[in-house]
């Protein structure tokens, strides 16, 4: 079954051709972020707009990619949430509307699905049950993974997303957006105990996460050098580095109380955040330790992609699901109900 996947959720287009014998046979991705960075944040109507002009192209290139016609599709999977609603409504509109011309199905799969499946596409695929520490710009949750679709919610964000904090402090140092990879690239520089900040919610019991504490501890830091005269590069990779080790910090503490709480003895990592290489290394160890088995998705496919939404695609429409021809997208969605 070959299976187009279209993500638009939020600054990035990206389009995927997924087989379910052969593997990924084609990825393209087109990123907004040129686009947003004079305004500092993602805004809403560029991001559709940018979406309609792409999608097209995109989809043409992932065809010629895999030496395909669009009639050689057997389904199309498109993001339907969480998400910007314009943009989402851009590419569930344009997978409903060449489904129904192909006559083929189509399903509206849960952006944050489609990141827990991302590392299905790797050599080593996860084992279930498993633990998912899903990291990214807009969430920061537990999920225990029993099967594709079996999904429970066990610790969350109390207010930004790790990724959030990320870029919001990236921003008060000055870095262009999104800003959460530059920020851990300034903190290479960074002397390791110059600051110390504090690990958010680790002596509360529970699996909750609250991370806009540190954004305020970089932002009063920084007001305070600033009093005492010029803010200096090595200042700001100093914030960066104590801002960084927090986090880093923080999510060991967390995962470490995950797995003895669940005792699951697999552990997948994903979102944009698990990218970052601290945390991977950080995380590793700790399982190692533990004798559990962790699991990312390539860097390629730690942020938005179209194929991991393919992938999911393909494992729904393989089992008999589709979506009919309401097109319906939603800002807000549980991952739990999808
Ligand atoms: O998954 P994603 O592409 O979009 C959402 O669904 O939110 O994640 C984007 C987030 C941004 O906040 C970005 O700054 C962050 O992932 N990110 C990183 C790194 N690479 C991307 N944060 C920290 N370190 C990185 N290396
Ligand atoms: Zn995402």
């Known amino acids: 079954m070959r299976i187009l996947g279209i993500e638009t ?26 686009v947003h960075i004079p305004y500092g ?11 309609v002009k792409r999608i097209y192209p995109l989809l043409h290139d992932v ?3 895999a030496g395909l016609s669009k009639h050689d599709l057997d389904g199309i999977a498109y993001t339907k949430g969480p998400g ?6 851009v590419g569930a509109c344009f997978a409903r509307t060449l489904a129904f011309a192909l006559n083929k199905p189509a399903i509206g799969i849960h952006h ?27 969430h920061t949750e537990f999920i225990v993974v029993k099967a594709i679709g079996q999904y429970r919610v066990i610790g969350d964000t109390l207010d930004d997303a790790v990724g959030e904090a990320f870029d919001k402090t990236a921003k008060l140092l ?24 504090p690990r958010p919610m680790v002596s509360r ?37 104590a801002f960084e080790d927090a986090v880093v910090d923080t999510m060991r503490i967390k995962v470490s109380r995950a797995l003895a709480d669940t005792g699951l003895k697999h552990l997948v990592v994903a979102g944009g955040v698990s990218a970052n290489l601290p945390l991977r290394e950080t995380l590793t160890t700790l399982c190692h330790s533990k004798a559990v ?20 695609g393909a494992q729904r429409l393989l089992r008999g699901e589709k979506s009919d021809l309401t097109v319906a997208v939603s800002a807000r969605l549980s991952i739990e109900k999808s």
Do not use: W
């Not at 944040?41 to 979406?51: F, I, M, N, Q, T």
């Not at 262009?176 to 110390?196: D, F």
């Not at 050098?225 to 090595?234: D, F, N, R």
């Open 9 to 34: 959720s939020c600054d990035e287009t990206g389009l995927a051709i997924y087989d379910s014998q052969k593997g990924l046979l084609a990825n393209a991705l087109h990123s907004q972020i040129p």
């Open 41 to 51: 944040g993602v805004v809403p109507e560029l991001a559709s707009r940018d979406h």
């Open 63 to 65: 065809l010629q990619q």
């Open 84 to 89: 910007l609603v314009g943009a989402l409504l």
């Open 112 to 138: 944050l699905e489609g990141h827990l499946l991302a590392p299905f596409l790797e050599p080593n695929p996860p084992l279930f049950p498993h633990l998912a520490l899903l990291i990214s710009g807009g």
């Open 174 to 197: 000055g870095l262009p957006y999104p800003g959460g990879a530059q920020l851990s690239q300034l903190a290479r520089r960074g002397k390791p105990s110059r600051y110390q900040f």
């Open 205 to 241: 019991a529970g699996l909750d996460f609250s991370f806009s504490g540190l954004k305020t501890f970089a932002s009063n830091t920084l007001k305070e050098l600033s009093g005492s005269g010029a803010v200096t590069e090595q200042d700001r990779a100093d914030i960066a580095r």
């Open 293 to 312: 088995s962790i699991y990312y998705p390539r860097p390629a496919f730690c942020t938005d992609n179209g194929a991991m939404i393919a992938y999911a």
